[in-house]
């Protein structure tokens, strides 16, 4: 890991006028200029814009009683740019140097290529070939997702970017990795002896990964009908979850030792073929239905700009198993989709029964102990254990032991995108995707997607938690999907 931490740096933001900088940089940008990091950043998209009109656009995107507004925001120029154009890179080397100057910022500089994936490639041999790169200080680029629609596709992306950037200056942007409790499930295993020493299959039945959103597909929906669910959200997030859950302990706490134990447990996920995705798999798409609030929902195929006949998967469930030791037989279960009942993301751990003790014949009336990990919307973690009912007699009942991330330290707990912009300006990247990783990822969702055509496609109602099959999955197993649960 570099240690740069309060290093100034210039940030060319591609991308300036789009839905990500304005709902998520510009505000995480905020955050870290009142916590003293130090930057300037120019700008870039095609429309027009003055370095004013630029700030007025930014500033609608902050907290309007902050009082650092202004010298935050003094800190923005703006430069229209065509990433196509190699001419508009040659005029922005020279304001990219004068601001340099201005500030004294040492020649360092974050790329941060919050565009469509198609330019990633353009702008950054653009920038190479106006000499935008070569700079006395660092220089870092910030690629968004997707990376890639297929290994093909992200190996030549790769390529593309490795042709300006060393592999260590490329930051991979997942945001789940910046999220509080998703970075807290390294704590919770590695800190807690209690944990890690039952974390295998000995004492684990299942694990249960479950990201749904209430959401359908709103204005991406000619991008989402390309993409769907297993692309869209297992590819990356979900991977990423059942990563942090199944890896082993890094030798140290450093970025390339845990990145390696990371790419380990991609390695070790068994890939599906075409003869066992049957039972393995489940892809649905959701038809009309209604909302637990009541909203009435149209089927996917009638929503707009969707085509009446795609055959796209806005769900989908899945057993995976991680061939290595600690996980030998155990499931992972994943399922995700859009037009669910409930938007949740958690991550439940079932440990097993016991055997043989006296209150084995009163456990089922109580159930498994379960820890589930809360990741959005509520930030925390639950315990589920067994009891004797107090005062009575004999039953065993359930127990939950809550923690909550309570309102009043979550407004000042960082967003995921400030915390991974902070990792960032100071070289950490850690919490940003390698290669391997990617390309590993890659293969395995390419394996899904060799096999799959094979496979009908099922249909849930709208406002569901997806269709029987996917309680068909688990229940095969002897097991079934765990109610989400809200925390008090
Ligand atoms: P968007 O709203 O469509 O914005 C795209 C930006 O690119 C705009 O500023 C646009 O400005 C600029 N642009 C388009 N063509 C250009 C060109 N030829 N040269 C220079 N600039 C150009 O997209 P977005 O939602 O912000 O997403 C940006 C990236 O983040 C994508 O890779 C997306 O997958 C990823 N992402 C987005 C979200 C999200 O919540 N929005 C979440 C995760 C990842 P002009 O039209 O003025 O050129």
Redesign the pocket.
């Known amino acids: 890991m570099v240690d740069t931490e309060r290093e100034p740096v210039l940030i060319l933001m ?8 304005c ?2 940089l510009y505000p995480a940008l905020f955050e870290l200029y009142k916590k003293n990091h130090e930057f300037a950043v120019i700008g ?4 027009q814009h003055t370095h004013e009109s630029y700030r007025s656009m930014i500033d609608r995107t902050l907290d309007q009683n902050s009082e650092q507004r202004r010298d935050f925001l003094e800190r923005f120029y703006y430069q229209p ?4 154009q190699p001419y508009h890179f040659a005029l922005l080397k020279n304001i990219a140097e004068q601001i340099d100057t201005k500030y004294n910022l040492h020649g360092n500089r974050i790329f941060y290529l ?4 198609r ?1 990633f490639g353009s702008a950054a041999e653009n920038l190479k070939k106006a000499g935008i790169t070569e700079t006395q200080g660092w220089k870092r680029a910030v690629i ?3 990376f890639g629609h297929d290994l093909a596709s992200a190996k030549e992306l790769n390529e593309q970017l490795l042709r300006v950037f060393d592999e260590s200056e490329v930051y991979r942007i997942d ?1 789940y990795l910046g999220k509080e409790m998703v970075q807290n499930i390294e704590a919770l295993r590695f800190a807690n002896p209690i944990f890690e020493s039952i974390w295998d299959h000995r004492h684990i039945a299942n694990v249960q990964i479950t990201l749904s959103e209430t959401l359908g597909v709103g204005d991406r929906a000619s991008y989402y009908d390309q993409t769907g669910a297993l692309l869209d959200m297992v590819q990356n997030h979900i991977l990423q979850l059942l990563i942090l859950t199944a890896m082993e302990p890094p030798s140290r706490f450093d970025t390339e030792d845990i990145r390696q134990e990371k790419v380990k447990v991609l390695k070790a996920i068994r890939t599906m073929s075409r003869d066992t995705i049957a039972n393995e798999l489940i892809r649905a798409q959701y038809k009309a239905g209604v909302m637990p609030d009541g909203t009435r929902i149209t089927g996917y195929h009638n929503e707009n700009n969707i085509d009446t006949d795609s055959k796209t998967e806005t769900f989908v469930a899945a057993r995976f198993f991680v061939d290595n030791y600690r996980w030998s037989g155990v499931p992972f279960y994943i399922r995700t989709g859009k037009r669910m009942a409930a938007k949740s993301t958690e991550i439940v751990i079932q440990f097993k029964d016991i055997t043989q003790n006296p209150f084995f014949c009163q456990l089922h009336k109580a159930g498994p102990n379960l820890l589930v990990i809360h990741i959005q919307p509520d930030e925390g973690l639950s315990l589920k254990l067994n009891v004797k009912e107090f005062g009575e007699a004999g039953d065993t009942i359930p127990i939950s032991m809550n923690f909550s991330n309570h309102h009043d330290s979550k407004s000042s707990t960082p967003d995921a995108y400030e915390r991974l912009i902070g990792d960032c300006l100071r070289g950490d990247s850690t919490n940003f995707t390698r290669w391997d990783e990617v390309a590993y990822s890659w293969t395995l969702t390419d394996s899904i997607v060799a096999a799959w055509n094979d496979i009908p496609l099922d249909y849930y109602e709208a406002g569901t938690m997806g269709p029987s099959s996917s309680d068909e999955l688990l229940a095969r197993d002897g097991f079934c999907w765990w109610p989400l649960t809200k925390m008090e």
């Open positions: 591609f991308g300036a006028t789009g839905d990500l900088a709902r998520k870039l998209a095609r429309r740019l065509d990433v196509g919050s565009l469509a994936p330019f968004e997702k997707p945001h």
